[in-house]
């Protein structure tokens, strides 16, 4: 079993410079070309670009490289969005709980076939001294951007029951060596805002979820009593049990569906 708490915490931003010195920039709007690299780091979120195509396929930009440096549009095929909604059929309970980790499993299950369309996001580590050198690292505002594009894509995929979608916030912003983002979801129960905080593991694991009040008190998602919202077993279906209307599949599902199906360790 993996070990779900980091070794210590440090500032998600590694850049010079004011937090408001580099707004996005033109080539953030509309679609641009399938990859761009060396663009000017950006000290806050961009915000979601992605669409639904016809076929059911999904094409979106996905940001890596620490502060949104590399920016790649990749499109996640219609059989790989029913591949996700398969597992998440699994996480179908209507508690509060079984609702957030559907939520966190939609977003580790889209973080694997980002990874299958750009291989080097396997380098990024947690937080960011583990990987300060590899192709394909993942920072805070990288991590908050991807997991509300994916986020708002499940969301408009009604994948996301019981949630809203709103804009990533940030804590500590004055800070430089503890400012961090986030991406928000909102209780339609009641307005409860939660954050959803993927940079904390590494990409291609479950995030971490947690009232957005307590994480800007740089609370421990992975710290009682939040770490029961945060379980980390070893494959998904410790994680979520299937529904009796399901139980009838194959006890054994194929080699290409457990693979998926394992939580990297």
Same mark, same amino acid.
């Given at each position: ?23 996005? =920039?033109?080539? $953030? ?5 399938? +990859? ?14 992605? %669409?639904?195509?016809?076929? =059911? ?22 059989? &790989?969005?029913?591949?996700?909604? =398969?597992? @998440?059929?699994?996480?179908? =309970? ?36 583990? &990987? ?27 994948? @996301? ?26 209780? +339609?129960? $009641? ?22 009040? $307590?994480?800007? +008190? ?9 770490? +029961? ?15 009796? %209307? ?20």
């Amino acid at each position: 079993m993996l070990d779900t708490r980091p070794a210590f915490t440090v500032s998600c931003l590694l850049l010079t410079g004011l937090l408001w010195a580099i707004p996005p =920039g033109p080539l $953030d709007a509309g679609w641009g070309r399938a +990859k761009d690299d060396g663009l000017d780091p950006i000290t806050r979120p961009l915000p979601s670009d992605y %669409r639904i195509n016809k076929d =059911g396929s999904i094409t979106l930009r996905v940001c890596y490289n620490w502060s949104c440096s590399s920016r790649e549009f990749v499109t996640f095929s219609a059989a &790989d969005m029913a591949n996700v909604k =398969g597992y @998440l059929t699994q996480c179908a =309970g209507d508690s509060f709980h079984d609702r957030v980790q559907r939520l966190r499993v939609g977003i580790w299950q889209l973080q694997l076939v980002a990874q299958k369309y750009i291989p080097t996001l396997t380098n990024d580590r947690e937080i960011n001294e583990f &990987d300060r050198d590899v192709e394909g690292r993942l920072d805070c505002v990288d991590s908050s951007t991807n997991t509300t594009t994916y986020l708002r894509i499940l969301q408009d995929l009604g994948q @996301l029951p019981g949630f809203s979608v709103t804009n990533p916030e940030v804590r500590n912003l004055l800070d430089f060596h503890a400012v961090h983002w986030t991406a928000v979801v909102t209780d +339609k129960n $009641d307005g409860k805002l939660w954050s959803v905080d993927s940079w904390f593991r590494p990409h291609g694991h479950l995030p971490f979820v947690m009232p957005l009040a $307590d994480w800007k +008190k740089d609370k421990k998602a992975w710290e009682s009593p939040y770490n +029961k919202a945060n379980p980390y077993p070893v494959s998904i279906q410790e994680l979520c049990p299937l529904p009796q %209307r399901v139980a009838a599949e194959p006890a054994e599902p194929p080699a290409s569906r457990t693979a998926v199906a394992t939580l990297r360790r």
